[in-house]
């Protein structure tokens, strides 16, 4: 996984500085129908919020993902327009919140690893999003390198879900942990100048089932990301 996200980095960098300074002649000619920033792709640092008492994050977590949005201008000069799409992502988040379910029952619980030596412990999600988007940007057919607002609502479904926990002795997997919310939404900001912008995400709901109780309290957790995302046709 390190490989391929570093692949991915360099060639997405590379892609975007011969975009950025390959004459316009040799892409082709200006075209008044043109739009703008149909993929992307963005990584992220998750930040858990609303945490039970004695819970604590560590490692880092993060997001991965990539996507597809249809961009639908709203003017004639196609600088403001709407933008709607489809993607992927993966979470990760490392904390010391161990989820554990009985395979027999598929009773979940859950335990709080104070005073415990362990080497990792995490739980990761799968999702599709579906990323609605208001667009403000500076660019014109010819011009490739300019500044751009995005913002808008998130809305993912969570496909996949397993916990990880790791000692010197011992590596437990299980899936389908089905405390973790299905369909998760919140706003979603991207701004910058050029290919590479900074992201920033904060989740209107809670990550996990409010059903769920931890010392008499409902775990309501929430996150927030931190990053960048890149854009390309």
């Keep these: 996984m390190k490989q391929l996200l570093f692949n991915l980095l360099l060639y997405f960098t590379i892609a975007g ?3 950025q300074n ?33 819970m604590k994050q560590n490692g880092f977590s993060n997001r991965i993902k990539f996507g597809f949005i249809r961009d639908i201008p709203l003017n004639e000069g196609r600088n403001l327009g709407i933008g709607l799409g489809l993607g992927l992502s993966w979470d990760t988040y490392f904390q010391n919140l161990r989820v554990q379910v009985d395979e027999q029952t598929g009773e979940i619980s859950y335990t709080i690893l104070n005073n415990v030596s362990y080497k990792s412990n995490s739980f990761s999600i799968n999702k599709i999003d579906i990323p609605f988007e208001l667009r403000w940007r500076g660019s014109t057919p010819d011009i ?21 926990y790791v000692t010197k002795q011992v590596d437990i997997t299980y899936k389908d942990i089905k405390i973790i919310r299905k369909w998760q939404y919140g706003l979603n900001i991207s701004a910058g100048y050029g290919t590479w912008n900074f992201n920033f995400y904060y989740a209107l709901n809670n990550l996990i089932e409010n059903n769920v109780i931890l010392d008499e309290k409902t775990i309501g957790i929430k996150i927030m990301t931190f990053g960048f995302v890149y854009y390309f046709l």
């Design 144 to 164: 490739y390198k300019f500044w751009r607002l995005y913002a808008g609502i998130t809305t993912s479904y969570v496909y996949k879900t397993k916990a990880n």
């Design 22 to 54: 390959m004459p316009v002649d040799s892409l082709y000619k200006p075209d008044s129908h043109y739009l703008e920033d149909q993929l992307y792709f963005g990584i992220s640092y998750i930040v858990l919020k609303n945490l039970p008492d004695d």
């Design 17 to 19: 500085f011969a975009q």
